[in-house]
T-cell receptor, first 115, second 114 residues
């Protein structure tokens, strides 16, 4: 049962335009969401996160939106640059009182920025 | 800068062998994780540890075990390797805490079981 879903395996966007990557989740207990970016032959790197008490978080060209009622989050990249070409994973977790925070990942979306 | 180092980038083993994947982090993180990444499935958590000698099962622990004898080192063990364990294996670490600490990943070990 895939609790976090990225339904678009790939996305192609023109350089300078907006890239929108989408993610849906089913577990209403998730309270923290993250986006990771992965280049080939490298490990994923943390990009941006959002807590369930917010509906928007912005960091430079990257903005994450959270719609809790729809159980949906999205990552907006504006403007898109060639270096943004990578695989993007969304992830979600449930708050734990102690111990490590388990992340549940989506399948990933391959973003290609065309010059 | 956090450094998570996985001992091998590529590894080829035979069915039935006992396989060890090693991971070391240099930032004194309490938490360490092992994932596998497969096409169309994303990253799936195998095991994790929040302290020395402490471990918890993730979502797909069958066929695997782990060892954490020192804080900086977390080993993944395939007790008897099978072809369906051919995959990319990723190690990660993070700070403990109720706060939202992102996980930092190594570059992965691509394991092939023949």
């Amino acid at each position: 049962d895939q609790q976090v879903k990225q339904n678009s395996p790939s996305l192609s966007v023109q350089e300078g335009r907006i890239s929108i990557l989408n993610c849906d989740y089913t577990n209403s207990m998730f309270d923290y969401f993250l986006w990771y970016k992965k280049y080939p032959a490298e490990g994923p790197t943390f990009l941006i996160s959002i807590s369930s008490i917010k509906d928007k978080n912005e960091d430079g060209r990257f903005t994450v939106f959270l719609n809790k009622s729809a159980k949906h989050l999205s990552l907006h990249i504006v403007p898109s640059q060639p270096g943004d070409s990578a695989v993007y994973f969304c992830a979600a977790s449930v708050h734990r009182i102690q111990g490590a925070q388990k992340l549940v990942f989506g399948q990933g979306t391959r973003l290609t920025i065309n010059p | 800068d956090v450094k998570v180092t996985q001992s091998s980038r590529y590894l080829v083993k035979r069915t039935g062998e006992k396989v060890f994947l090693e991971c070391v982090q240099d930032m004194d993180h309490e938490n360490m994780f092992w994932y596998r990444q497969d096409p169309g499935l994303g990253l799936r958590l195998i095991y994790f540890s929040y302290d020395v000698k402490m471990k918890e099962k993730g979502d797909i622990p069958e066929g695997y075990s782990v060892s954490r004898e020192k804080k900086e080192r977390f080993s993944l063990i395939l007790e008897s390797a099978s072809t369906n364990q051919t995959s990319m294996y990723l190690c990660a670490s993070s700070l403990w805490g109720q706060g939202k600490q992102p996980q930092h990943f190594g570059d992965g070990t691509r394991l092939s079981i023949l």
